[in-house]
């Protein structure tokens, strides 16, 4: 999607026939959407309007397709993307699906990478991160995090800095990852940086019930926020994923996902809460705070 788009922007400089929505954030999306279909263009330029999360508003699009004839509209170029599968999305509406797959349209369905796909992968990630990997790293880090490539993305980065040159070895994925068996910090993450307090209060509970250490859950906070702060600061400058991606050197899919959690958050906010993490670091390591209470308050503000 960010490649059709990039194109889209380079044939069209200007970029005022660009417009994206996502139709599962408030229901005022779907009368933008309208509204978009209903202007004319004064330009000689065709019009992209990228769309997430339709299937919601499954009636109201199939009857704004009835209406303006969507399927032999020329002017406007849709990308839908859904992150449902297509068993889930047939269910939602058949109908709508059926139109949206139907030819000419182009579809694609991207499915979770396996076996020797997902190693190769894995290979090349490593190699982006500036590091190697052997093949035993390769299969144990899978045992670990399972085909979750999110996840594997974030845990090579970490690898790759840590090896400091070396070839990444099975030593280093013990010592550094987190087995999927256990309960995994990156949904507790996920959690806090969709503002869900509820979920994150569970999970961080039974992450110290567990035993897991305190002062990494800390860090992994400190690492949220920050990134957050980062990708927000530079979504304010109308910058592109792919160049957020360069800047910061965050993998593209994890700027993808901080994109939408950073939405969550007012850029001011965001710069509290980092302000207030570094002052409860400096309080920790003095012995002025507890790390446990340091670390509900975090979820709670």
Known sequence: ME?????????????IGFLSLDLGESAGEIKKLEDSIKTVSFFDEKRLVVVKNIF???EKLLEIMKNWDLAGDKQNIFVITENLSQTELIKKSKKLFGLLVAKPNIYKSFEPLA???LENWMNNEVKANGASINTAAVKKLIDYASDDS?????????????????????????????PSANLSIFETIDALGAKNKAKALTLLAR???NGDDPYRLFSMFVYEFRNLLRVKSLLAKYMLSADIAKKTSLHPFVVRKMSEQARKFELEELKQKFSILAQSDIAIKNGQLDIIDCLYQTVLN
């Open 3 to 15: 490649k059709i788009v990039a194109e889209y922007h380079k044939k069209n400089a200007n970029g």
């Open 56 to 58: 919601g508003e499954a």
């Open 115 to 117: 076996g020797r796909q």
């Open 150 to 178: 999110w996840r594997l993305s974030q845990e090579i980065s970490k690898l790759a800095n840590y090896s400091q040159g070396e070839i990444i070895n099975e030593k280093m994925v013990e010592q550094l990852v987190l």
């Open 207 to 209: 992450h110290l019930e």
